[in-house]
């Protein structure tokens, strides 16, 4: 199983970005994927997850993130995508995506058996 991410880069405060994660060897036992973040000196921070079945979402009740972070996937295509808006710098962070094989995909890390590298997303005033 190996996930790759794409999309990172610098954005300006408000714009908008959408970091992607391509999975490869994904099976049918793949239950979703989750979405963290780490900014420089702080602990990695639980986003949100996807199912991939039925896509159903689940995010992190933070201010922070509610309301600007969104969540999609692509089964067809192994793809799995966090849509980031209205940014400010203290969005800047590395963005990871992880794959769990279920039962459980929610805010703790040890629920991923696999990430990806991490995809640097930095935001300027």
């Known amino acids: 199983l190996q996930l790759i991410e794409s999309g990172g880069e610098w954005v300006q405060a408000g714009g908008s970005r959408r970091v992607s994660c391509s999975v490869t060897?994904?099976?049918?036992?793949?239950?979703?994927m989750g979405w963290f973040r780490q900014a420089p000196g702080q602990e990695r921070e639980f986003i949100g997850a996807?199912?991939?079945?039925?896509?159903?979402?689940?995010?992190a009740n933070s201010n922070s993130i509610k309301g600007r972070f969104t969540l999609s996937r692509d089964g067809a295509k192994n793809m799995a995508y966090l849509q980031l808006a209205n940014l400010d710098p203290g969005d800047t962070a590395v963005y990871y995506c992880?794959?769990?094989?279920?039962?459980?995909?929610?805010?703790?890390?040890?629920?991923?058996?696999?990430w990806g590298q991490g995809a640097q997303v930095t935001v300027s005033s």
């Open positions: 992880a794959h769990s094989s279920g039962p459980v995909a929610g805010a703790r890390p040890e629920h991923y058996d696999a």
């Open positions: 060897g994904r099976t049918n036992s793949s239950y979703a």
């Open positions: 996807i199912t991939w079945q039925k896509g159903a979402t689940y995010y």
